[in-house]
């Protein structure tokens, strides 16, 4: 079989990942993150990925999308060119408007994750004088 740093540089990052018993982020996924008034909508490319493979969770100004890509199944002798990223990516994004975490919805649709994340209603009213 012919050397392949790749496939070489795979396996050492498998095992470094196995020997601290964690997953370090592997690649990161495109993103798109738009602000409207009463919302943020973020876009995130995940071609290849299932529901069961991303996790999205929200607390305080936070939001935090991770998951993994599984590699394939098979390796090959040589990779004529290797751009896809495997393995575990998390990403973080943080707001500077309270969010309304009991109402952001997600989909998963044609490879592309869209997370809808709705601003928390400012609190108003009115202080009478005594």
Same mark, same amino acid.
């Given at each position: 079989?012919?050397?392949?740093?790749t496939?070489?540089?795979?396996?050492?990052?498998?095992r470094?990942?196995?020997?601290?018993?964690?997953?370090?982020?592997?690649?990161?996924?495109?993103?798109?993150?738009?602000? %409207?008034?009463?919302?943020?909508?973020?876009?995130?490319?995940l071609?290849? @990925?299932?529901?069961?493979d991303? !996790?999205?969770? $929200?607390q305080?100004?936070?939001?935090r999308?991770?998951?993994?890509?599984?590699?394939?199944?098979t390796c090959?002798?040589?990779y004529?060119?290797?751009?896809?990223?495997?393995?575990?990516?998390?990403?973080?994004f943080? %707001?500077?408007?309270?969010v309304?975490?009991?109402?952001?919805s997600?989909? @998963?649709?044609?490879g592309?994750? !869209?997370v809808? $994340?709705p601003k928390?209603?400012?609190?108003?009213?009115q202080?009478?004088?005594?």
């Amino acid at each position: 079989m012919a050397w392949d740093p790749t496939r070489d540089l795979l396996a050492m990052q498998e095992r470094l990942e196995n020997l601290f018993g964690r997953c370090t982020p592997g690649w990161m996924p495109a993103v798109d993150l738009a602000e %409207f008034a009463d919302r943020y909508v973020l876009s995130m490319e995940l071609p290849g @990925l299932r529901r069961d493979d991303v !996790t999205i969770e $929200v607390q305080d100004h936070t939001l935090r999308v991770h998951g993994q890509r599984r590699n394939q199944p098979t390796c090959p002798d040589r990779y004529l060119q290797f751009e896809r990223g495997y393995g575990a990516f998390a990403r973080a994004f943080q %707001f500077n408007t309270p969010v309304d975490a009991e109402r952001v919805s997600a989909d @998963l649709s044609d490879g592309v994750l !869209t997370v809808v $994340v709705p601003k928390a209603e400012a609190l108003h009213r009115q202080i009478d004088i005594a």
